[in-house]
């Protein structure tokens, strides 16, 4: 009976149609993936040279130290892993190349490219979204008359007469529909693991895993409503409303939720502050601000004014002030920004398409906590970089001394970490209650 159901499946040209159209829906999001990971290497590529050739334009120009550093940008490069092609994330929004100068942070650690609002409004397709969004409704149309079919048609009489167990049939039918999606994607894997260069590791190994298992709940929830033996229309309409309120309601409420849960009104007056904090500096008295400078750096006490009207000691010491002054606010947005990012983990332990999406990105390293780590690693870079260069100004330090080759973009060095349980057990809970909750209902209805 298997051979025959498997050929009574696959021989439906819509069936066919329907995988081909998956298919190809797959390998161009691949496509789309390759494509952004071309762009942020020839980017990082690009930003490598310029900088070599800024910095050596700027100091056959200039030979004062105080002057040549207000200009002098350094980078600092998150560089994408390969797994960004298929869950590109926010990657497409948030910098992953951070040039600064030495002069004040946090007016510069947010700047981004231009990107147009009506793209970054309708997403990417990459393999993510393919597997989120299109994989359940391919599995609800493949499912949603698993069982009504047989009796709207009147042939259930016939079935159940040869078959020895109309439970077993059901299962022989959902299986061959499970083992032809699943080759699908594995198959989609199977392209992308030469096609992006993606490294044989235990992230990609999870990322497998994660969209076989979300893969596996679509296929319970859509049995569980078999197992109703309701219409095929009622079936229908139900799961693809159940899909509307998983993949787009209740992520979309979940967001507009927590924004309003955790403003960030933090965000406009840490720009304020760190804007008066270095300008209302230059109609203050010196001492005043450098006695804040001492006070945040004790060891460049020896430094003292020369008595003009302009000393770079000053201006940096101004430059300085803006970002302590705007510390606390921006510790304040950072904060509830963080707590956003938490409670929307907490919250998606229960809705399994955010679950996945938010660990597809993880897994990626195109998540808003790897986001937010590149910040706090810019910020360190950025002190590292002002504690060698304060002393050479200050101390007027002849600009042909240095060393200008040695510097380089420097890279963030961050792997994405694989924490099972997190990754695998919501999922595999659903799926287990469901299962359970539909074999009851079998055995109720004594099939």
Not at 43 to 67: K, P, S
Not at 250 to 261: S, W
Not at 378 to 401: D, G, M, Q, W
Not at 405 to 411: I, L, M, T, V
Request: charged residues 20%; hydrophobic residues 45%; glycine residues 4%.
């Amino acid at each position: 009976m298997y051979p025959l159901i498997v050929k009574q499946f696959i021989r439906s040209k819509t069936v066919v149609l329907a995988v081909v159209l998956v298919l190809i829906m797959g390998v161009i999001s691949l496509l789309i993936g390759k494509q952004f990971l071309t762009n942020q290497e020839t980017a990082i590529v690009e930003v490598t040279q310029h900088q070599q050739e800024h910095i050596e334009r700027n100091v056959r120009v200039i030979d004062e130290f105080g002057l040549l550093l207000y200009y002098l940008r350094f980078a600092l490069v998150d560089a994408p892993d390969p797994l960004a092609a298929l869950s590109i994330g926010q990657r497409d929004m948030n910098p992953s190349i951070q040039s600064v100068t030495i002069r004040n942070l946090e007016g510069q650690q947010y700047d981004t490219d231009l990107n147009n609002p009506t793209n970054l409004q309708s997403g990417n397709l990459d393999l993510g979204f393919v597997i989120i969004y299109l994989f359940p409704l391919l599995i609800i149309a493949f499912t949603y008359d698993l069982f009504s079919q047989e009796e709207e048609t009147g042939t259930w009489q016939l079935v159940a007469v040869q078959s020895t167990s109309l439970r077993r049939y059901l299962w022989y039918k959902l299986s061959v529909r499970a083992l032809l999606l699943y080759g699908v994607l594995l198959t989609l894997f199977a392209i992308a693991i030469p096609l992006l260069s993606l490294p044989i590791n235990k992230a990609l190994g999870a990322f497998i895993v994660l969209s076989l298992l979300y893969v596996a709940f679509w296929f319970a929830l859509s049995f569980w409503m078999v197992s109703l033996q309701r219409s095929s229309n009622f079936n229908a309409v139900a799961l693809l409303s159940l899909w509307v309120v998983l993949a787009i309601l209740l992520p979309a409420f979940t967001n507009n939720f927590l924004a309003n849960k955790y403003p960030v009104p933090e965000a406009l007056s840490t720009m304020v502050k760190q804007r008066d904090g270095y300008h209302e500096k230059w109609d203050m008295n010196k001492e005043m601000t450098m006695n804040k400078f001492y006070a945040h750096y004790p060891q460049y006490r020896k430094y003292t004014l020369s008595g003009d009207d302009f000393d770079w000691l000053w201006y940096y010491a101004m430059q300085q002030m803006g970002d302590d002054e705007s510390q606390q606010q921006s510790e304040a947005m950072r904060k509830k920004i963080r707590q956003r990012e938490r409670a929307s983990r907490g919250l998606a332990l229960a809705l399994p398409t955010l679950h996945t999406q938010l660990q597809f990105n993880d897994l990626a390293r195109t998540s808003l906590s790897n986001h937010l780590t590149f910040l706090d690693q810019t910020r360190a870079f950025h002190e590292r970089i002002r504690l060698y260069f304060y002393p050479k100004i200050f101390e007027n330090v002849s600009v042909k001394e240095e060393n200008w080759q040695q510097f380089r973009p420097e890279y963030l060095l961050e792997k994405p970490t694989v924490n099972w349980p997190t990754i695998v057990l919501p999922l595999l809970i659903t799926i287990v209650v469901i299962s359970i909750v539909s074999v009851v209902n079998l055995r109720k209805a004594k099939l």
